[in-house]
């Protein structure tokens, strides 16, 4: 016999319970937001309205960057909207929607970094080839299967969860709904569901880091060969890749590769994981690309010094 599902709504504990720190996390955070979603819709616009930067790695930092606005928004405005409220709550279909969209826009954030790693793999160690490998329709082609195992990634992990009987208590100590703190709730026995939640979440990390670990070795190993100058130019762009790398995967490794237990570090590492990369990504590919910043210059209209060469 099945356990009745009878629960309607989740009680959100949030990141604080003080009344000060919820007045402060609602500054910070309503900040981090609007320069996330400024930082980068302007590097969607200045990519998709430049006519030179029409590289494959151009193309991807926008879908990365359209990801990266997204991903955020799954749960943020609901977090600073609760700073606001004594009692936080959320239906159970808005639990299982925002579920679906943070690992759905997350988990494409992810492949769409290892198509950019094979993009600078290609590029670097196979120059000769590249415009061949990477024409428009393979790279349209990774960009749509990465959001395709987005997705996949995804509604696998919110059918897993929703098909679970919850019966009470319906208190997640968290500031939004995510599927350990789901699994702990459930009226029934979460092990194999558990397992694959480490095989599809946290297998999907530890491998992708892997793969990026070995590419870029790979690649730092290549440019040994290069001038100076084209070590230089190749460090500084396969630098803001590993940077990202690191930003993105390293917490949900920590978070999901483990069984299914809640730890103390939990909200803060998740926190760190949906607003800092997001938020940093445009200034990680603006500030080290020179490309980028005159294409940006040429949108604005100042010209500075590039105009004076």
């Given amino acids: 016999m099945g356990v009745k599902n009878n629960v309607t709504e989740f009680v959100l504990f949030g990141l604080f319970q003080s009344r000060e720190m919820q007045h402060v996390c609602f500054v ?35 879908h990365l960057s359209f990801a990266d606005m997204c991903y955020p928004s799954a749960t943020t405005p609901k977090m600073i909207a609760d700073t ?8 159970f279909n808005g639990c299982m929607t925002q579920l679906f969209s943070a690992h759905f826009f997350g988990g494409t954030e992810i492949f769409l970094l290892t198509a950019m790693a094979y993009d600078r793999y290609v ?26 195992a987005g997705f996949l990634h995804s509604i696998l992990q919110t059918l897993l969860t929703v098909q679970l009987p919850f019966c009470g208590p319906n208190e997640i100590d968290n500031f939004f709904c995510d599927v350990h703190p789901l699994l702990k709730l459930a009226c029934a026995d979460t092990y194999v569901v558990g397992l694959i939640v480490v095989a599809n979440s946290g297998m999907i990390s530890l491998v992708s880091f892997i793969i990026l670990v070995i590419s870029y070795v790979v690649i730092l190993l ?73 294409a940006m210059r040429k949108l604005f209209g100042v010209e500075g010094s590039m105009g004076e060469k």
């Fill in 28 to 62: 910070v955070f309503s900040l981090f937001h609007v320069l996330t979603v400024l930082g980068n819709l302007l590097v969607i616009i200045t990519i998709n309205a430049s006519k030179t930067l029409n590289a494959p790695m151009y193309f991807f930092l926008s």
């Fill in 222 to 294: 290549n440019l040994r060969s290069r001038s100076s100058e084209g070590r230089r130019k190749a460090l500084s762009t396969c630098g803001s890749h590993i940077i990202t790398v690191l930003l993105v995967l390293v917490p949900p490794m920590f978070m999901y590769i483990r069984p299914s237990t809640t730890l103390a570090a939990d909200k803060l590492v998740i926190l760190f994981n949906i607003v800092m990369p997001p938020l940093l990504n445009p200034l990680i590919y603006t500030l080290r690309n020179n490309e980028v910043k005159n």
């Fill in 84 to 91: 606001f409220v004594e009692h936080k709550t959320i239906s």
């Fill in 123 to 148: 590029a670097i160690c196979r120059p000769l080839h590249y415009v061949t490998i990477m024409d428009r329709w393979k790279c349209g082609l990774l960009a749509g299967a990465s959001w395709v």
